[in-house]
């Protein structure tokens, strides 16, 4: 069985951002239920043993927030037994510092990803010989073990997916650990989580194709969303990320491509989706995607 919970499915500055005032800011600042971190989920094979995908700026608060998550067993303990990176985005990583109080896990990333945290000595703070640092290779699948070497029965295999560096490393030029998607597997079942993706090509729509479960780049509703709502000059495409709805959108895209369970994850905080009775709303919905509030879990 694979289990994954959203941790958060809000893009980088969450909902409400601290300081927007967009109409969907605005309706989250008066309504809690609204609210929603950063993006970010959590997935086991077992119920027991949690790895993090990815780790959110909210990080704190989304594990107060998750039972799951929650210490289990005498003065010091977590199910948290790692945590998986696709970029080295601030919205990825910054989370990381929330763990640094001695309990052993592991850090999964592409290489050039572990290159960015030993480039940052404040990372130290996540000391090496209790949280090792472990390199995905592209394409080659593995299964992360506990801190006590059991194997964690969850297989784990990274790929390149269309997109774009992080913000902060866009002068440097491409970045091949920014790019990331993961397929899960467990007890026969796969989910994929691509929180960033700035197209669907036909080699992804094949790797995709008749997936169980799958967490999708929700990050705008149409391309010039952000221009239009006078929060930013720049259109997704140029953030790298696909549009949700259109021809080229993902909701088009992934429609014929027989997966069972589709959900978008890191929606942009101008994005009408997250308003629960929108037209938006309703049309994702009609075309069998979910907008998954946090502490919604899925099992594929």
């Known amino acids: 069985m694979l289990r994954i919970i959203v941790l958060g ?5 969450g909902l409400p951002q601290w300081n927007c005032n967009c109409a969907g800011c605005r309706a989250a600042r008066a309504e809690p239920a609204l609210r929603n971190g950063q993006c970010a989920l959590a997935a086991s094979a077992d119920g027991e043993s949690w790895f993090l995908v990815n780790a959110s700026p909210d990080l704190r608060q989304q594990i107060l927030d998750t039972p799951a998550l929650h210490p289990r ?10 945590v998986i990176l696709t970029n080295a985005e ?3 990583v ?3 510092l929330t763990l640094r109080e001695g309990w052993p896990f592991a850090i999964h990333a592409h290489p050039d990803v572990l290159e960015v945290l030993a480039a940052n000595p404040i990372f130290g703070v996540l000391r090496p010989e209790i ?4 390199p995905m290779r592209p394409e ?15 297989t784990v295999r990274s790929f390149a997916v269309p997109g774009k560096p992080a913000l902060w490393r866009e002068e440097e030029g491409a970045a091949e650990g920014d790019s990331i998607g993961l397929e899960l597997s467990a007890g026969g079942r796969r989910a994929f989580i691509l929180p960033g993706c700035a197209e669907v090509t036909p080699a992804l729509a094949d790797r995709l194709a008749g997936a169980d479960l799958v967490f999708f780049d929700g990050t705008l509703w149409q391309d010039d969303e952000m221009i239009r709502a006078g929060l930013s000059q720049k259109t997704g495409r140029r953030m790298g990320h696909i549009s949700m709805s259109g021809p080229a959108g993902a909701m088009a895209a992934l429609d014929p491509l027989g997966i ?5 994850v890191h929606i942009n905080n101008s994005n009408p989706v997250l308003m629960p009775g929108s037209p938006e709303r309703a049309e994702a919905e009609r075309a069998g995607w979910c907008v998954p509030a946090p502490g919604m879990e899925f099992v594929a």
Not at 73 to 82: E, K, T, W, Y
């Open 9 to 13: 499915s809000a893009a980088g500055g």
């Open 260 to 264: 069972s369970r589709k959900v978008f």
């Open 140 to 154: 080659t699948p593995f299964e992360p073990v506990l801190a006590c070497g059991r194997a964690s029965g969850l």
């Open 73 to 82: 067993h005498g003065l010091r303990h977590s199910p948290i037994a790692g």
């Open 90 to 92: 601030v919205d990825a």
């Open 94 to 96: 910054a989370g990381l």
């Open 131 to 134: 949280v090792p640092r472990r």
